[in-house]
């Protein structure tokens, strides 16, 4: 029986990134594309009250029997959760997320609508992989440039993406997040990181009053010397390796529940 993978992004159904993996992905199982109408970037996992959710047939790219496209006026993560609900006949086996523009690395992963497209997808209990490309700054976060090169990146996660289909995630593992360094091709080295906790992104607003609208204007700001050295920020930035980093939705600490009760005890 062929596979089914859902295919969405945070940067909107016309980026370059998301019809460069579909074509890729088409070749190993039928893709069906729901992505968000419009730029969605760090919209994380929210669901905003102000989408109307409409769902629009999009016309392909290219031509291919295992591909359909929706757009939906919707985050990412609704994306996701409406082509479950109304869209898709079946479960899809793996949900991918991506192409981004732009790596998520370290801290960053926790506004990523990319990564928060994932999340949503292993909250309702389905495989999902996260992808992302690093740019530069002056190729635009929120941008679609026709002058960065998603190939390598695409190879990538089709490569995963049989493995996962093939293989499954490892017990305890709900997403692969997958970073790819923007010089790199299909045979850059790639190697399993942890997530940083530093976010190798640095940030400042742009505005000379109060009363003015805030521009966030975000930038590279990574230190070597701080960052842990088996982490997906060092593999990209310093090593300039592909990260492949498992991440799971159970975010509680792994501390002595028992030290920590007694600890909150003594405050009375």
Not at 119 to 138: F, N, Q, R, T, V
Not at 221 to 239: F, I, M, P, Q, W
Request: aromatic share 8%; hydrophobic share 40%.
């Amino acid at each position: 029986m062929k596979k089914t993978i859902l295919l969405t992004n945070d940067d909107g159904i016309e980026s370059p990134g998301i019809w460069k993996i579909a074509e890729g992905l088409v070749s190993i199982a039928e893709v069906w594309i729901a992505a968000p109408r419009t730029q969605y970037t760090g919209a994380g996992r929210c669901f905003f009250i102000e989408d109307d959710g409409i769902i629009t047939k999009y016309p392909l790219r290219f031509e291919s029997e295992n591909l359909r496209a929706f757009s939906i006026g919707a985050s990412p993560a609704q994306c996701v959760y409406q082509a479950v609900e109304e869209i898709l006949p079946v479960k899809p086996d793996l949900v991918v997320s991506g192409i981004n523009y732009g790596e998520n690395l370290g801290t960053v992963v926790t506004g990523s609508g990319t990564i928060g497209a994932a999340i949503e997808a292993a909250i309702i209990g389905l495989k999902a992989m996260a992808i992302s490309l690093e740019i530069l700054p002056e190729e635009g976060y929120r941008s679609h440039s026709d002058s960065v090169d998603f190939s390598a990146a695409a190879s990538f996660g089709r490569r995963f993406a049989l493995a996962i289909l093939s293989e499954g995630l490892p017990e305890g593992v709900d997403i692969l997040k997958v970073d790819v360094p923007r010089e790199a091709d299909s045979d850059t080295p790639w190697e399993v990181t942890k997530i940083s906790r530093m976010s190798g992104m640095a940030r400042r607003i742009i505005r000379e009053e109060a009363n003015q609208n805030a521009q966030i204007y975000w930038y590279p700001d990574s230190n070597r010397d701080k960052t842990e050295t088996d982490s997906d920020l060092y593999a990209v930035v310093h090593d300039r390796k592909v990260s492949v980093s498992p991440m799971t939705i159970d975010m509680t600490a792994d501390c002595d529940f028992s030290a920590l009760r007694k600890r909150l005890e003594k405050g009375g």
